[in-house]
């Protein structure tokens, strides 16, 4: 299982993601509570990996809302540190390639991609009824990036890993960590070929 984050300046949302992409919980609350939620995940099942969404430059000036955010980033990530857990940051431009095949992809366009992929039957809003829920029951507002971000995560999980040499030191090309001769990363999890 992964969690994936979608953090925000005041409030974050999160998705907990089993290895068959079903959204096992989720919501969105004050950025305090999120590191609530990410450490009782840690605490009960250490070694798992945490996906952040992470700032990206567009080339525009930014605004205090923006730096805030940066910190609760540096929060989450330090609390995934003090733990023998992986994070990982993708930009929502990784997720918009990965997921609708272009940068300049709208997040309408990113959430009908996820439709599109995982709903079963309710093809209009992939939610269903509290009768007859579908894939995404329950999500609304930054529910659906936290998830898109872990669905990028775990689609590039499936590609393989390789070492890379850099300054006498084989890196893996996944999460950089230094390595021996291991077949799989002792880190990340990342299974090299080749």
């Given at each position: 299982m992964i969690m994936a984050i979608d953090p925000g300046n005041v409030f974050s949302a999160y998705c907990i993601i089993d290895?068959?992409?079903r959204p096992v919980a989720f919501g969105k609350y004050l950025n305090g509570d999120v590191l609530g939620v990410l450490k009782r995940f840690l605490d009960e099942r250490k070694g798992?990996?945490?996906i952040i969404e992470m700032v990206a430059s567009y080339?525009?000036?930014v605004g205090k809302d923006v730096f805030e955010t940066c910190v609760w980033i540096g929060r989450f990530i330090q609390m995934c540190d003090s733990y023998p857990a992986y994070s990982t940051r993708i930009t929502r431009q990784q997720?918009?390639?990965n997921l609708c095949h272009a940068e300049n992809a709208r997040d309408s366009n990113v959430r009908r991609a996820l439709?599109?992929?995982f709903a079963k039957h309710d093809l209009k809003s992939g939610k269903g009824t509290k009768k007859s829920p579908d894939w995404f029951y329950g999500f609304a507002d930054?529910?659906?990036s936290a998830y898109a971000v872990g669905v990028t995560a775990l689609d590039t999980d499936n590609?393989?890993?390789y070492k890379?040499?850099?300054d006498d030191v084989i890196r893996c090309s996944v999460c950089g960590k230094g390595v021996t001769s291991e077949t799989r990363c002792p880190r990340c999890g990342s299974v090299f070929r080749g």
């Open positions: 290895d068959d992409y798992n990996r945490i080339g525009m000036p997720v918009k390639a439709i599109d992929r930054d529910v659906w590609e393989p890993a890379e040499q850099d």
